[in-house]
């Protein structure tokens, strides 16, 4: 019996990994793409360490955090028992976190600006960590939203490469909440295969399937595994 069905009522974090993976197989096939490498990352933000554990129990072995100091308070410890378990950074990151966010994640997906891609090119260089890099992309071109402008994205990504020699690896994007996601999810996949970009991180619980059928490779979903985020 899953814990889902037990007494507590806490949904099963791996049990609903596995039901997104065929739902992403679904959604993929219809557009005529394998979904089997799509990456599912379970966001943790705001759930404590006892629910992430079941989640690590279950197999479940990547994950998302979106602040830094939070991270710090909760990963550590499991990231020691669980070795082969990775860590995506996938909210903003100031620089005076930089260093932290180095030692502590295997991705960095929220690169948006020049002086953040060079303390972090100094801080891979000093750790001799080398997390893996995406740029965040403002699709919608918000005010409130991190992010380069979509016009500036490709000047941002050369200069990363060129003149830090960061290994630029994928793109991000969080579309707007009151727009349709599909042109953003295009849009970020159109600048991540002219910019030979490999990695392309987009689609939540509300809009993952749409985001595979036009070519996510990660996933970040909280709520559909843990349920709603505690206060
Ligand atoms: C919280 C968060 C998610 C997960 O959102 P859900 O709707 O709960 O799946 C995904 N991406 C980012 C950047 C987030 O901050």
């Not at 995506?88 to 932290?100: F, W, Y």
Request: charged share 25%; aromatic share 4%; with cysteine.
């Amino acid at each position: 019996m899953s814990i889902e069905d037990g007494a507590t009522s806490q949904p099963d974090p791996a049990k609903r990994i596995a039901e997104i993976r065929a739902r992403i197989v679904t959604a993929a096939a219809e557009a005529g793409k394998d979904g089997a490498g799509v990456q599912i990352i379970a966001v943790s933000k705001k759930h404590g360490v006892e629910t992430i554990e079941r989640a690590l129990a279950g197999g479940c072995r990547l994950f998302g955090e979106n602040r830094v100091q939070e991270a710090q308070a909760k990963w550590p410890a499991l990231k020691e028992r669980y070795p082969d378990m990775r860590l995506h950074l996938i909210g903003p990151l100031q620089t005076n976190k930089a260093r932290d966010a180095v030692a502590l994640f295997d991705a960095i997906q929220t690169i948006d600006r020049e002086k953040l891609a060079r303390v972090l090119a100094e801080e891979i260089e000093k750790s001799g960590r080398s997390p893996d890099l995406f740029i965040q992309i403002n699709t919608g071109e918000e005010d409130q939203k991190a992010g380069v402008a979509p016009a500036a994205a490709d000047a941002f990504i050369a200069q990363c490469r060129k003149e830090y020699g960061l290994d630029v690896t994928g793109v991000m994007c969080i579309p707007p909440v009151d727009e349709a996601p599909a042109p953003h999810f295009a849009l970020l996949k159109k600048i991540a295969d002219r910019n030979d970009l490999a990695n392309v991180s987009m689609g939540m619980s509300g809009d993952y399937e749409t985001a595979v059928q036009l070519g996510a490779t990660h996933v970040r979903i909280g709520t559909e595994i843990f349920g709603p985020r505690p206060a």
